[in-house]
Every structure is written in C-alpha cells, then in structure tokens.
T-cell receptor
Framework: QKEVEQNSGPLSVPEGAIASLNCTYS??????FFWYRQYSGKSPELIMF????GDKEDGRFTAQLNKASQYVSLLIRDSQPSDSATYLC???????????FGQGTELSVKP | SAVISQKPSRDICQRGTSLTIQCQVD?????MFWYRQQPGQSLTLIAT?????????ESGFVIDKFPISRPNLTFSTLTVSNMSPEDSSIYLC?????????FGAGTRLSVL
C-alpha cells in the first residue's frame, strides 16, 4: 500500500512568519511531487510541483525534495491570512500515473 | 492549463436514486480521473476514465455503483447509483495535462 503522510494540523503561524509543511511518502520509486492548496468549499489548486532533489522557488513558495529521505516540504514565506487553507501533498504513482494524496495539513495564518 | 467544467455544482438527492455528473474539458486529454472527497477528508481516487475502453477502478470502488463513461477525449460522466447518505461527498473531475493534474470545481452531493 503506497502511502503519503502529512501532519493534519492545524498549523497556526502569525502573519509574516514562515509556514513549514511536511510530507513523507512510502514509494521510493516516486518521481513527481505536488502541492495543492484547497480553500474551504473549493477544489484543489496546484501551487507547486517538483521532480528533482533540492529546492524550487516560486514567489513566496519553496518546495524542497529529498528523495533519499522520501521527504518533500513546502515553505511559505511572509505568510498572509489569505494563505489559510488546507495544503495537500500528492505523489504520482510510478506505475499507474495516478496521484496519491496525503490527508492534508490545515494552515491558519493569524493577523 | 485545461479549463474544466463540471456540473451540477451541487445537488440534494433522495436515497435510492442516481445522479450523473458531467465533466467537460476545453482540450483533448488522454487521462481523466474521478475523485471523491468525503467531509473533512482528503481526496480518494475512484477511477481513471479511459477513452474507448472501460474505466479502471480503484480498490473499494465498483462499476455497478460508479459507472463511468468516456465517449471522447474531452468529456466524461460519473454516475453515483442507488445512493445512500454515505455517498454524501464532493466528487471531483481531474485531467492530466503535461504531467500536471488539474481539477474541476467539484460537485457537492448531499443524500437524504
């Protein structure tokens, strides 16, 4: 059973702080990793994807991947109240192409 | 990214009835997926909709309960059959574009 694990939270950070969201996965052969943001009552929205070890930055968001440790994280710098949402980590199944989702981490950014 | 139209956006249904959800994409895509998101839970893949062949169902989901059609490369339907209150969920259509999966707005289903 291939699994993706996230801390469910809620994770609470003050406005302007760095939010750090973590994810581990069980399939060592996985090659593609995604972070989705989901506001309450809305569908998931892709915010980052990463395929190679190391860091990938896009604005205030940085995805970090460590395949040896089977670990992927998302950092949100200068967190804003509008970042308050559930963040879903997803890993592509190396054999079937489908996405396997973690349970999501609820982030709350306090003004 | 692909533009995905999903309808209905929400519905309230009586137990024992069926509901068909439609998913239309503005471009041809090879892979379309149907997910379920139960209240307070993450996304669970129901099936992969294949054009020209039967859908591929995940463990725990069967064709009799969730029949899927995929008549062409831009359209798919998911039917939730013989509904019970346990089927109350958000149902999401997703497409794969260049290795990235994008989601429709979802169908919020309540079964009484």
């Amino acid at each position: 059973q291939k699994e993706v694990e996230q801390n469910s939270g809620p994770l609470s950070v003050p406005e302007g702080a760095i939010a750090s969201l973590n994810c581990t996965y069980s399939d060592r052969g996985s090659q593609s990793f995604f972070w989705y943001r989901q506001y309450s009552g809305k569908s998931p929205e892709l915010i980052m994807f990463i395929y190679s070890n190391g860091d990938k930055e896009d604005g205030r968001f940085t995805a970090q991947l460590n395949k040896a440790s089977q670990y992927v994280s998302l950092l949100i710098r200068d967190s804003q109240p509008s970042d308050s949402a559930t963040y879903l980590c997803a890993v592509r199944d190396n054999q079937g192409g489908k996405l396997i989702f973690g349970q999501g981490t609820e982030l709350s950014v306090k003004p | 990214s692909a533009v995905i139209s999903q309808k209905p956006s929400r519905d309230i249904c009586q137990r024992g009835t069926s509901l068909t959800i439609q998913c239309q994409v503005d471009s041809q895509v090879t892979m379309m997926f149907w997910y379920r998101q139960q209240p307070g839970q993450s996304l669970t893949l129901i099936a992969t909709a294949n054009q020209g062949s039967e859908a591929t169902y995940e463990s725990g989901f069967v064709i009799d309960k969730f029949p899927i059609s995929r008549p062409n490369l831009t359209f798919s339907t998911l039917t939730v059959s013989n509904m019970s209150p346990e089927d109350s969920s958000i149902y999401l259509c997703s497409v794969d574009g260049d290795g990235i999966q994008y989601f429709g707005a979802g169908t919020r289903l309540s079964v009484l």
